[in-house]
């Protein structure tokens, strides 16, 4: 039977992928530093970021220093939305992500650059394709796909990981 790739989670397997792919794009990005780990079994968010991602504004800090700051976090919170429905798509399903999902991507990422970063959609397009690119070429790799099956493997065995692990599994498979 034949499954399409929705914007919820279709069962765990699923959701494993998904947040393989979310992992992936955390390595892939030199991000690991802020994440504390992965849970396939919270009900929130999956992803528990460390005080990195949070780093909080600062008057001490200068304002250009913030500001780049919550773009490197847009940038990473890109990526991981991105890399999650690839994943799902691209090497679980073997199929390509529907347009209509990726439109209502870039819809929502367009919103919060707006709302976050304050950013002109000249500025979200450039990260929405620099970031989507990225994220394509990593989940459409034949060589890469069944090292990034193999993690989701590992995720759904395990359930959680901290940072340290995710990136200790994905040296041992050699994704990273």
Known sequence: MAQNLTLTYLNE????YGLAGMAISLAALDAM???????????GPMVTFS???????????????????LLHNFYITSAMVLSNVMAR????LHQDVPKDILDEIRDEIAIEGRETCSLEDDEIENIYGRTSSMMRRIFNNPMLKPAIDDFAHIISR??????????????LLQII
């Open 33 to 43: 530093d802020r994440v504390a780990g992965i849970s396939l079994d919270e009900e």
């Open 51 to 69: 005080h990195q991602y949070y780093f909080p504004a600062s008057p001490a800090v200068s304002v250009k220093t913030n500001w780049n700051n």
């Open 89 to 92: 798509s691209m090497v679980r």
């Open 13 to 16: 397997d699923d959701k494993a």
């Open 158 to 171: 395990r359930r959680a990981l901290s940072g340290t692990e995710i990136l200790d599994e994905l040296r």
